[in-house]
T-cell receptor, first 112, second 114 residues
Framework: EDQVTQSPEALRLQEGESSSLNCSYTVSGLRGLFWYRQDPGKGPEFLFTLYSAGEEKEKERLKATLTKKESFLHITAPKPEDSATYLCAVQGGKYNFNKFYFGSGTKLNVKP | DTEVTQTPKHLVMGMTNKKSLKCEQHMGHRAMYWYKQKAKKPPELMFVYSYEKLSINESVPSRFSPECPNSSLLNLHLHALQPEDSALYLC?????????????FGNGTRLTVT
């Protein structure tokens, strides 16, 4: 079964305390893996696309990495404004390349 | 500001009303999506249009009726909804030309069914 699982569900960090979020997937025919940030009451905001194992992408305090079975979103020295829900999505599956599989998200809370 | 625009931002409707949600994008994308999102849950796929044709319907009840008048516009017609249909309705688009392309979301319509 095509599935995306994110952990942890929630993460509380002190400002400056680095950590990682995990996204594991069992989607056949992976075309791409995407990370999004979602603030309350808003639509998900696109962060990164990862295409193949070994790839890394960076943006400010965020770095996304990809292996054959999972992706990590590393947050270095986070600030309170990084607080949001982070969603992982996989484009793939056998039958329709327009189908995206979402994880349940990790809610990040960064305390000052 | 997002490049996918949804109107209205908020909508309150009774169970006997008929209303429509609208979505517009000008990125030249050829795939457009409707998602439903409940609180603390990920977006749940409802419909996908590819090149203005309905390509995915995730067994959505017929009280939701999508329409894609052209490649830039997407509507969702609502009729005889139930209170459990209250949610954030998100529109998204992607290049949809067979390659790897992220979804770009609008900020959604917050729907309340009374």
């Amino acid at each position: 079964e095509d599935q995306v699982t994110q952990s942890p569900e929630a993460l509380r960090l002190q400002e400056g305390e680095s950590s990682s979020l995990n996204c594991s997937y069992t989607v056949s025919g992976l075309r791409g893996l995407f990370w999004y940030r979602q603030d309350p009451g808003k639509g998900p905001e696109f962060l990164f696309t990862l295409y193949s194992a070994g790839e890394e992408k960076e943006k400010e305090r965020l770095k996304a990495t990809l292996t054959k079975k999972e992706s990590f979103l590393h947050i270095t020295a986070p600030k309170p404004e990084d607080s949001a829900t982070y969603l992982c999505a996989v484009q793939g599956g056998k039958y329709n390349f327009n189908k995206f599989y979402f994880g349940s998200g990790t809610k990040l809370n960064v305390k000052p | 500001d997002t490049e996918v625009t949804q109107t209205p931002k908020h909508l309150v409707m009774g169970m006997t009303n008929k209303k429509s949600l609208k979505c517009e994008q000008h990125m030249g994308h050829r795939a457009m999506y409707w998602y439903k999102q409940k609180a603390k849950k990920p977006p749940e796929l409802m419909f996908v249009y590819s090149y203005e044709k309905l390509s995915i319907n995730e067994s959505v009840p017929s009280r939701f009726s999508p329409e894609c008048p052209n490649s830039s516009l997407l509507n969702l017609h609502l009729h005889a909804l139930q209170p459990e249909d209250s949610a954030l309705y998100l529109c998204a688009s992607s290049q949809g030309k067979g390659g790897v392309s992220p979804l770009h979301f609008g900020n959604g319509t917050r729907l309340t069914v009374t």
